[in-house]
């Protein structure tokens, strides 16, 4: 069976492609016979409302510089991906299982993309509220540029102030990074069929619901029909980072642990991956909250300083940390810290000032530290990266801290009504409902994931055998070895 789903997935993709493609084109063709339009020249709208831009139109505009941005955004949270969580997370692993966890990012990149493309964002992004997404937006339809008639050239979809495209590449670059985070929990002991199968459930029954309640008017958006008035989630602690921890924690436990985890040393093989993996994601990560805003403007700039003042204060404090109770600070502790960091500012980074910033990652820094070295030892469980230890209690650290700091003067989400407990003066309105949809984001994500990976575990397991651990999954997934030395 396991032989067979290589080839079972490839075909049905293919099949799926092939069929729609011509269907999906016609429909853009004839989306362009039914637009609005008062002059010839003037901009033309859909049925949908979507505005049609010609390039001529972007380029007289504001948009093309806000396109640009944008997309330079997605190229640096793609970056976050491979080589930065590649390099990060390869180098932590063990000599024999380095390109196996390079091999999980590389692909994952390959597949959610194709995924999304194909109904992701139409499932994340399609209509308006509700709990999950329609078909406005399946095979690209509605996302891709258009021929129109009328004015005898072509014309893009737009989002806001960037192409649709842009935005559907952009939000593309989360749902690849979210499962690869996962795969910190499960490294060197996960067969690699059933990681693709669970990153193919896991992206389309968890993720792309939850990004649909928090970012697309769902029930954990930000407004007064919410549940509980809804989240601040400016660019993922609920819907990448909370959801990967939690997912990540119950795999770690449902797999189980290491061979000799807690018996013999499971020392990471190469430090200087993991310190160059950690300052690519920070450099990413610019991309990845500064972008949030999807403009370029004083928000951009705002957005961009807290997370390099949150990341340089978690680098230090969990450095600091090692020192004081080891006797040394360790490059693993700067470089895990500053990413405790990036995670802990990711939902507050458009609703926080610079100041709140720098206590966010102090906190992110002390807490995700006690949680990787004393929480984990306690509790006996093998989180082998600290994907749950970093992510998902770094991402519940910040999205409760931003009901605490949110303020007005960054982002006026509130009409002008103090919003943050701080600012306030004390209304614990909103800090509650960050609680409740941190909560509700850990209960989805951790029993989904629990149902998935229990189903997953009874059709092909979940685990390799005993010898494969032990020789190492480089040679026994994927028949290569990281370093050959003579």
């Known amino acids: 069976m396991n032989r067979r789903l290589p080839l079972l997935l490839t075909v049905t993709l293919s099949l799926a492609v092939s069929f729609f493609a011509i269907p999906s084109h016609a429909l853009a063709q004839d989306e362009t016979t039914t637009v609005e339009t008062s002059t010839a020249v003037g901009p033309l709208t859909a049925e949908d409302g979507t505005l049609l831009l010609t390039d001529s139109q972007i380029a007289e505009g504001p948009y093309a510089a806000h396109n640009a941005w ?25 000599r024999k299982n380095v390109l196996s966890v390079m091999m999980q990012c590389v692909f994952l990149m390959g597949l959610m993309t194709t995924i999304w493309a194909i109904y992701g964002y139409s499932l994340a992004f399609g209509g308006d509220g509700g709990w999950v997404g329609n078909a406005d937006y399946l095979f690209m339809n509605g996302v891709q540029r258009e021929w129109n008639e009328t004015l005898g050239e072509p014309v893009t979809p737009m989002e806001g102030d960037m192409a649709r495209l842009t935005h559907m590449l952009f939000q593309g670059m989360f749902f690849i990074i979210t499962p690869a985070l996962i795969c910190g929990a499960f490294a060197e002991r996960m067969k690699f ?28 958006s930000y407004n007064d029909g919410s549940i509980a008035g809804g989240a601040l989630d400016f660019a993922g602690g609920t819907v990448v980072h909370i959801s990967s921890g939690i997912s990540a924690l119950v795999a770690a436990i449902l797999i189980g642990p290491r061979m000799g985890f807690l018996k013999e040393p499971l020392q990471p093989h190469n430090l200087t991956y993991t310190a160059l993996g950690a300052t690519m994601l920070w450099v990413g990560w610019f991309g990845f909250n500064a972008g949030s805003e999807l403009l370029s403007d004083g928000l951009t700039s705002s957005a961009f300083a807290v997370t390099h003042f949150a990341a340089a204060a978690g680098a230090v404090t969990w450095a600091l940390a090692e020192w004081m109770n ?23 980074a458009g609703f926080v000032q610079p100041m709140p910033a720098i206590f966010m990652g102090i906190a992110a820094g002390m807490i995700c530290y006690l949680a990787c070295s004393k929480l984990k030892m306690m509790l006996k469980y093998d989180d082998a990266l600290d994907a749950f230890g970093v992510h998902g209690v770094g991402g519940t650290v910040g999205a409760v801290l931003t009901g605490v700091f949110a303020t007005r003067a960054c982002w006026d989400v509130s009409g002008g009504v103090p919003i943050g407990l701080i ?31 229990k189903a997953i575990d009874a059709v092909i397991g979940l685990r390799v055998t005993g010898d494969s651990e032990q020789r190492g999954l480089d040679v026994t997934d994927h028949g290569e070895e990281g370093y050959m030395f003579a």
């Open 193 to 220: 069929s059933a990681m693709v199968v669970f990153s193919i459930l896991w992206g389309t029954f968890i993720y792309c619901p939850l990004c649909h309640w928090v970012w697309d008017g769902g029930p954990l």
């Open 326 to 348: 080891l006797g040394k600070p360790t490059v693993l502790g700067a470089s895990s810290g500053a990413v405790a960091g990036l995670v802990c500012i990711t939902p507050a």
């Open 70 to 94: 944008m997309l330079v955004c997605c190229a640096l949270v793609l970056f976050m991906t491979a080589p930065g969580l590649a390099m990060f997370y390869g180098g932590l692993v063990r």
């Open 423 to 453: 600012e306030s003066g004390g209304n614990p309105s909103l800090l509650i409902g960050q609680i409740v949809a941190v909560i509700i984001t850990m209960a989805f994500a951790g029993i989904g994931s629990l149902i998935l990976l």
